[in-house]
């Protein structure tokens, strides 16, 4: 019997699980190839055979998302997967046409064949765009439980930019590993803050082979800290959802966040103290309409300051998460918030001063424009990245991201620090949903 020659659309992570899962050991079909999008230096490589199988010797190539209709036309493609995430409704209504008008069947793969099951109690944090409050939200759910004497191991959306065969199942307890494993900006961003509580958390490619190693630690519980706007990788016995009031309307209009709206056991409405009461309200009705047995947790993350007095005055270069701003349609940050607030004289431009791939981005994401955001999928971006705070005519630079900047690189100004946490508003709060889950699941 003819295999079905399928080609899976993905940015290194979704697409790289959904074949794992369910194409890898499937002879009734043939992945003839990814193509890659949204992370620089992922397309031109390949998906090595030690992670492809048995039916891929010499693995499966990555191609660029920009030839999808030729690569359907020349591989003779029968069926394409789109498997990435935070996309508007109508670009992936927009993909679909396309692919259709080729001739090619069109496939999302949903969560009953691309969830595995854990063997030990399993909560997921996800969200309905990416910069909504997953971290802080996963280190506020994380500090409880820990504080209640459970043994608790996280498990991350996949963020592999290296060696894929090398980051196959990937393991963070110490600074040490982050060097181990060659580290960019966006993976420290997750995995530092776990490090700091002195909490493994664990990453890679092969996601099912990850879950296998964390249920070896013996954890009470496992916590699934997601990625983007994506659903779970594992089936949750608590699924919470952080949802932003500074983009009410995204929660119901973006691929696939409105899936995890519709799935939440638990909706965060996070950063009520800077968002409008209208705004609030939006989201609130979303809720009420699409997901009204969700249990719905207020929340604030308000913003704390090293030296705020360093602000007031200065001409101040603000650097936020690259993935918030970039995919994540945000133009500014808890770093813009912060100089606002604190009296910053000027909030730069960095255009003027971008060099390298920092040039490209701000070409690819044309909303930008006070903010730089933390780009750092590899070393030489990292270089640049560098260069572009260095060049700048800044006398304090705020670094609003997730992990100090100042561990991976050398800033040569007068640098200060934005952090962030979770901090629920009134009842129910998620102390209070948390001890119902450990009631229920763990003994």
Same mark, same amino acid.
């Given at each position: 019997?003819?295999?079905? /020659?399928?080609?899976?659309?993905?940015?290194?992570?979704?697409?790289?699980?959904?074949?794992?899962?369910?194409?890898?050991?499937?002879?009734?079909?043939?992945?003839?190839?990814?193509?890659?999008?949204?992370?620089?230096?992922?397309?031109?490589?390949?998906?090595?055979?030690? %992670?492809?199988?048995?039916?891929?010797?010499?693995?499966?190539?990555?191609?660029?998302?920009?030839?999808? %209709?030729?690569?359907?036309?020349?591989?003779?493609?029968?069926?394409?997967?789109?498997?990435?995430?935070?996309?508007?409704?109508?670009?992936?209504?927009?993909?679909?046409?396309?692919?259709?008008?080729? +001739?090619? @069947?069109?496939?999302?793969?949903?969560?009953?064949?691309?969830?595995?099951?854990?063997?030990?109690?399993?909560?997921?944090?996800?969200?309905?765009?990416t910069g909504s409050g997953k971290s802080q939200t996963s280190r506020r759910v994380l500090d409880i439980l820990r504080a209640k004497g459970l043994k608790v191991i996280s498990i991350r959306h996949p963020m592999p930019?290296?060696?894929?065969?090398?980051? =196959?199942?990937?393991?963070?307890?110490?600074?040490?590993?982050?060097?181990?494993?060659?580290?960019?900006?966006?993976?420290?961003?997750?995995?530092?803050?776990?490090?700091?509580? #002195?909490?493994?958390?664990? !990453? +890679?490619? @092969?996601?099912?082979?990850?879950? $296998?190693?964390?249920?070896?630690?013996?954890?009470?519980?496992?916590?699934?800290?997601?990625?983007? #706007?994506?659903?779970?990788?594992?089936?949750?016995?608590?699924?919470?959802?952080?949802?932003?009031?500074?983009?009410?309307?995204?929660?119901?209009?973006?691929?696939?966040?409105?899936?995890?709206?519709?799935?939440?056991?638990?909706?965060?409405?996070?950063?009520?103290?800077?968002?409008?009461?209208?705004?609030?309200?939006?989201? $609130?009705?979303?809720?009420?309409?699409?997901?009204?047995? !969700?249990?719905?947790?207020?929340?604030?993350?308000? %913003?704390?300051?090293?030296?705020?007095?360093?602000? $007031?005055?200065?001409?101040?270069?603000?650097?936020?998460?690259?993935?918030?701003?970039?995919?994540?349609?945000?133009?500014?940050?808890? +770093?813009?918030?912060?100089?606002? =607030?604190? +009296? !910053?004289?000027?909030?730069?431009?960095?255009?003027?001063?971008?060099?390298?791939?920092?040039?490209?981005?701000?070409?690819?994401?044309?909303?930008?424009?006070?903010?730089?955001? !933390?780009?750092?999928?590899? =070393?030489?971006?990292?270089?640049?990245?560098?260069?572009?705070? #260095?060049?700048?005519?800044?006398?304090?630079?705020?670094?609003?991201?997730?992990?100090?900047?100042?561990?991976?690189? #050398?800033? /040569?100004?007068?640098?200060?620090?934005?952090?962030?946490?979770?901090?629920?508003?009134?009842?129910?709060?998620?102390?209070?949903?948390? @001890?119902?889950?450990?009631? =229920?699941?763990?003994?």
């Open positions: 019997m003819l295999k079905k /020659k399928v080609l899976i659309m993905g940015a290194a992570g979704r697409d790289f699980h959904n074949f794992n899962v369910y194409y890898r050991n499937n002879t009734d079909y043939q992945v003839v190839c990814f193509t890659a999008t949204q992370i620089p230096d992922i397309e031109g490589r390949v998906y090595p055979e030690e %992670l492809a199988g048995d039916l891929y010797p010499g693995g499966i190539p990555i191609e660029p998302e920009e030839k999808l %209709l030729q690569l359907i036309r020349e591989k003779e493609v029968e069926e394409v997967v789109l498997s990435y995430s935070d996309l508007p409704f109508q670009y992936v209504m927009e993909k679909a046409s396309l692919v259709l008008a080729s +001739g090619a @069947d069109f496939k999302l793969l949903g969560p009953n064949n691309s969830m595995v099951q854990s063997t030990k109690p399993l909560i997921s944090i996800c969200a309905v765009r930019y290296g060696e894929l065969a090398k980051q =196959k199942v990937q393991r963070f307890a110490t600074y040490e590993d982050l060097e181990k494993h060659q580290c960019t900006i966006e993976e420290r961003e997750e995995y530092e803050p776990h490090i700091d509580r #002195n909490s493994v958390i664990y !990453a +890679g490619v @092969d996601y099912e082979e990850i879950l $296998r190693e964390a249920e070896k630690e013996d954890p009470d519980v496992i916590l699934w800290d997601g990625g983007n #706007n994506d659903f779970s990788f594992y089936k949750p016995d608590l699924s919470i959802v952080v949802a932003d009031p500074h983009r009410p309307g995204h929660e119901v209009s973006y691929f696939p966040g409105m899936t995890n709206l519709l799935m939440a056991d638990v909706i965060v409405i996070n950063k009520e103290e800077t968002a409008s009461l209208e705004n609030i309200e939006r989201v $609130r009705k979303s809720i009420e309409k699409w997901n009204p047995n !969700a249990i719905v947790v207020d929340a604030a993350s308000p %913003l704390f300051v090293e030296n705020p007095s360093i602000i $007031r005055g200065k001409k101040c270069l603000v650097i936020e998460d690259g993935p918030t701003l970039t995919h994540g349609e945000m133009t500014y940050g808890a +770093g813009f918030i912060a100089a606002k =607030k604190y +009296g !910053a004289s000027e909030i730069l431009d960095p255009r003027p001063f971008a060099v390298g791939s920092i040039i490209d981005t701000y070409k690819k994401y044309n909303h930008l424009d006070k903010i730089l955001p !933390a780009m750092g999928y590899g =070393k030489k971006q990292i270089q640049e990245l560098e260069e572009t705070i #260095n060049k700048s005519d800044s006398e304090v630079v705020i670094i609003g991201t997730p992990i100090d900047l100042t561990r991976v690189m #050398n800033i /040569k100004k007068t640098a200060v620090r934005v952090t962030y946490e979770l901090q629920e508003i009134g009842k129910p709060n998620l102390e209070d949903i948390l @001890d119902e889950f450990i009631s =229920k699941n763990v003994h």
